[in-house]
């Protein structure tokens, strides 16, 4: 198995317990979006600061997050939430999924006026580490109407 490819299962692994996909009373219909819940998606604090999205999160969540195939930030209109989509898979069985993190519509609204968001490790008090190469990344934010990765089936190539 590629390491790429144990970075997403790590990541997944790692949040399966707030993931409520895999609670026996889930009722969803969705293959490749994985829901976080409430809690799990606090852990993902959003910020616009500077006229900058700032998305920070636990160093220990941050260290998985750095090393997954991400290609964007899908807003979906009027849905609560930001779609972090990325790739999973290998050589034919590449396709996109999305980790959901529950945010406030109107939260939503606001991050949906940029074209990017920064990804920044934060300690366990939630302070940011300083703003160097290895604490931080960008994804490009991307409004949409539906979730289309739940049937497309390759994306030809993921931005990180």
Not at 65 to 81: A, S
Not at 84 to 105: M, N, Q, Y
Not at 117 to 143: M, Q, S, V, W
């Amino acid at each position: 198995m590629s390491e790429t490819l144990l970075d997403e299962r790590a990541l997944l692994s790692e949040l399966s317990y707030e993931i409520s996909n895999f609670a026996d009373d889930f009722k969803g219909k969705v293959r490749h979006t994985y829901i976080l819940n409430p809690f799990a998606s606090s852990l993902f604090c959003v910020n616009i600061v500077n006229e900058r999205v700032m998305i920070g999160v636990p160093a220990r969540i941050f260290e998985l997050l750095i090393r997954v195939r991400w290609y964007v930030i899908n807003v979906i209109k009027g849905k609560p939430g930001l779609f972090l989509v990325f790739e999973i898979g290998k050589d034919s069985h590449r396709h996109p999924a999305a980790i959901r993190v529950f945010l406030r519509t109107k939260q939503v609204d606001a991050v949906s006026m940029f074209k990017e968001a920064t990804f920044i490790k934060c300690d366990e008090k939630g302070l940011p580490f300083e703003e160097t190469r290895e604490n931080y990344f960008i994804l490009p934010i991307k409004t949409e109407t539906s979730l289309q990765w739940e049937s497309m089936k390759i994306i030809t190539k993921s931005i990180r």
